[in-house]
């Protein structure tokens, strides 16, 4: 393996890792405390009551798939699209908005989603439980 595809490989275990830790602390969270957010903003938008323990898949599950590099473009996938729905369920009134200290104020949704982006394009690497074979890592 060359030196630049072990980079290459480390900074995908990087991305992956980081992404995945950041994210399961938002799942941790819901496993102590409950769905009820999730569950009164789901209903607020007319959905069934169901679709907010997807957020376990999105928040726990796929974190956790993450940080061990198996089905790590499946996982990527997951948290794109969990991210699509926070923003579109809890964040959107927020779009144009600025945080108090001048960063954009949905800087962590929009780096969530473009992790999960470059995750589900580039894959794990070699630095996995999946290893750098199988088309879903």
């Given at each position: 393996?060359?030196?630049?595809q072990?980079s290459?490989?480390?900074?995908?275990?990087?991305?992956?890792?980081?992404?995945?830790?950041?994210i399961?602390?938002?799942?941790i969270?819901?496993?102590?405390?409950?769905?009820?957010f999730?569950?009164?903003?789901?209903?607020q938008?007319?959905?069934?009551?169901?679709?907010?323990?997807?957020?376990?898949?999105?928040?726990?599950?796929?974190?956790?798939?993450?940080?061990?590099?198996?089905?790590?473009?499946l996982?990527?996938?997951?948290?794109?699209?969990?991210?699509?729905f926070?923003?579109?369920?809890?964040?959107?009134?927020?779009?144009?908005?600025?945080s108090?200290?001048?960063?954009?104020?949905?800087?962590l949704?929009?780096?969530?989603?473009?992790?999960g982006?470059?995750?589900?394009?580039?894959?794990?690497?070699?630095?996995?439980?999946g290893?750098?074979a199988?088309?879903?890592?």
């Amino acid at each position: 393996m060359s030196s630049s595809q072990a980079s290459q490989d480390l900074g995908k275990a990087v991305l992956r890792i980081v992404l995945g830790a950041l994210i399961l602390c938002h799942g941790i969270s819901k496993l102590i405390s409950g769905p009820g957010f999730v569950v009164q903003m789901v209903q607020q938008a007319g959905l069934p009551q169901a679709v907010a323990y997807l957020v376990y898949i999105g928040e726990v599950v796929a974190p956790i798939l993450l940080i061990l590099g198996i089905w790590t473009r499946l996982a990527g996938l997951v948290v794109v699209i969990n991210m699509l729905f926070a923003l579109g369920l809890v964040h959107m009134k927020q779009f144009g908005e600025m945080s108090p200290t001048g960063g954009w104020a949905l800087e962590l949704q929009a780096l969530y989603l473009a992790g999960g982006v470059a995750v589900l394009l580039l894959g794990a690497g070699r630095f996995s439980f999946g290893g750098a074979a199988g088309r879903w890592n």
